[in-house]
């Protein structure tokens, strides 16, 4: 066992980070964004063997990083036999190219990174469909960078017919592809457009959980929904989403929706690819954003969170602030959830998990609260009021079922004609 762990950690790829801090940018800022991005390469399977920071007023047009600088980065590479360099900032990609040429090793940026950990842990087709298309379009305009090869064969005549066939072959048939896979996720985005619909029929609240990666997601829909999701202390362990049905003893039932997390400096090509998932936010009764109260950067995390909801065009949904992992805090959380305007809870330990139903149950779209009298016949409408209702109390007579119940919205006309105008004997019913 120990030597196979020791062969494991061997073949780890040794990596050294590096960002370029700008006039406006705090230092503690950068730093966090690089602390991120180390976590980044371990979540991929790296190592991080050496970090580096520039501040600079711009970037370099070449080389993005100064020469020096690069030079810099080199000589840590060759100390710490490394083997990829990653800079938190995109590259362009003759960037890309120079600086692979200058350090001679192999050098991503955090978007390819982020798509490299996607690729490795999508399970479902639709994740995987999604993950392919984001690294179809972020490859497109690399292409030319993979045929520089052609040039040490000298250039000329009999060298450039043949790079420039195959490059625009392989740019077809990566359009072809690209447009294979928008096909194939536009039939999933019906497939949920479809699913949604059914939860409208059923008159179904749904709740969509929101947050940065690793605040703690998974584990809270576990918790609330009685599941067990796989859900671990690392970045993006979901991918795929996931429903769950949620049943609050005394409260009204709703589905809970997870899906990925969001990060700074989240890919555009992540976001295109995931819109078909994302969509399932626009559709959300009710957001409940989930922040990790424990780590140093919550606001710049609310913040990130906030920023891509906007892009979405979901930032008016009705939200819920649930301040996660304050049983890390050594601080009082009510302080901070007060400040905040937040419920305190940890997924892990169950704190302040009844509050936070109680928010959601406020937060959730009104219902009916009616008396119904159902005739003993019926058992499908009485069916409909515990399915899709809450029954609060209930009352045998020896013609009929009566309730007390809340209802959504949506049924009161499907089952309008049983409700009692006035309580007692002589209650009537509405024709």
């Known amino acids: 066992m120990k030597r196979a762990a020791t062969r494991t950690r061997a073949t780890r790829e040794r990596a050294v980070i590096a960002a370029l ?40 047009p070449g080389l993005f990083f100064g020469r020096g600088k690069i030079d810099e980065i080199g000589q840590a590479a060759r100390e710490a036999s490394a083997v990829l360099f990653v800079s938190d900032d995109p590259l362009s990609p003759i960037q890309e190219r120079n600086i692979s040429q200058v350090l001679g090793i192999k050098v991503i940026d955090r978007t390819a990174l982020i798509l490299d950990i996607f690729a490795q842990r999508a399970r479902t087709s639709e994740g995987k469909l999604q993950v392919e298309l984001a690294q179809l379009t972020y490859l497109l305009p690399r292409l030319v960078g993979q045929w520089s090869h052609l040039e040490r064969l000298g250039g000329g005549i009999g060298t450039r017919g043949p790079g420039e066939t195959q490059l625009e072959s392989d740019r077809r048939a990566i359009r072809r592809k690209v447009m294979q896979i928008r096909r194939q996720l536009d039939s999933v985005q019906v497939h949920r457009r479809l699913q949604r619909q059914g939860r409208r029929r059923a008159g179904v609240p749904v709740v969509a959980l929101v947050g940065y990666t690793n605040a703690g997601k998974t584990t809270l829909l576990n918790r609330l929904a009685g599941s067990q999701l796989t859900a671990a202390d690392q970045l993006f362990v979901t991918l795929d989403p996931a429903a769950r049905l949620v049943e609050p003893e005394g409260g009204r039932r709703f589905v809970l929706t997870d899906t990925v997390g969001f990060i700074r400096k989240l890919p555009h090509e992540l976001v295109a690819a995931f819109r078909a998932t994302l969509e399932e936010l626009a559709d959300a009764d009710v957001l409940l954003h989930v922040v990790d109260a424990s780590h140093p950067a919550i606001d710049d995390h609310m913040k990130a969170v906030d920023d891509l909801l906007g892009e979405l065009g979901v930032a008016d949904r009705p939200t819920i602030l649930a301040l996660n992992k304050v049983d890390r805090l050594e601080t009082d959380p009510a302080v901070l959830a007060a400040r905040r305007d937040a419920i305190a809870v940890s997924a892990a330990d169950g704190t302040g998990i009844g509050s936070l139903l109680a928010a959601i149950e406020r937060a959730l779209p009104p219902v009916g609260n009616l008396t119904l009298r159902i005739p003993h016949g019926e058992g499908a409408s009485l069916a409909l009021c515990y399915e899709r209702g809450r029954v609060l109390s209930r009352r045998d007579t020896p013609g009929h079922v009566e309730l007390d119940v809340d209802l959504p919205v949506e049924l009161l006309g499907a089952l309008g004609r049983y409700r009692v105008i006035e309580s007692g004997p002589a209650a009537g019913m509405v024709d």
């Open 21 to 60: 801090r700008r006039p406006t940018q705090r230092r503690f800022q950068v730093d966090e964004s690089l602390e991120e991005l180390a976590g980044l390469v371990t979540a991929a399977g790296g190592t991080v063997v050496g970090r580096i920071t520039q501040d600079r007023a711009a970037p370099a």
